[in-house]
């Protein structure tokens, strides 16, 4: 009953940016860490950046100011900003967050459907 829904992927050229979000919906009761997985063709899903709920946030060594992650609480969102984009970030991308659906129960994990992001010339 919950949903990440993911938005802002598309094409741009080398150096240009890009800012993508994320929207959870459906049962929450809490949400906790949000973020952003990535995945090339042909590699593993990598973390890029997570952010807690007190706004404190990690990021890949190879995106490093490059991107930065933010969040608003009151809309269960997550963003991520990414500038001085190159080839290499070419992947889909994945909202990542660990929500609690009431108080009686523990928080699991969710994912989005995944938003295209493509760096060329």
């Known amino acids: 009953q919950v949903q990440l829904v993911e938005s802002g992927g598309g094409l741009v050229q080398p150096g240009g940016s890009l800012r993508l979000s994320c929207a959870a919906s459906?049962?929450?009761?809490?949400?906790?860490?949000m973020g952003w997985h990535r995945q090339a063709p042909g590699k593993q899903r990598e973390l890029v950046a997570i952010?807690?709920?007190?706004?404190?946030?990690n990021y890949a060594d190879s995106v490093k100011g490059r991107f930065t992650v933010s969040r608003d609480n009151a809309k269960n969102s997550v963003y991520l900003q990414m500038n001085s984009l190159k080839p290499e970030d070419t992947a889909v991308y994945y909202c990542?967050?660990?929500?609690?659906?009431?108080?009686?129960?523990?928080?699991?994990?969710?994912w989005g459907q995944g938003t295209q992001v493509t760096v060329s010339s």
């Open positions: 990542y967050a660990t929500i609690r659906q009431n108080s009686a129960s523990g928080s699991a994990g969710y």
């Open positions: 459906g049962s929450i009761f809490s949400v906790y860490v």
């Open positions: 952010i807690t709920t007190g706004g404190s946030a």
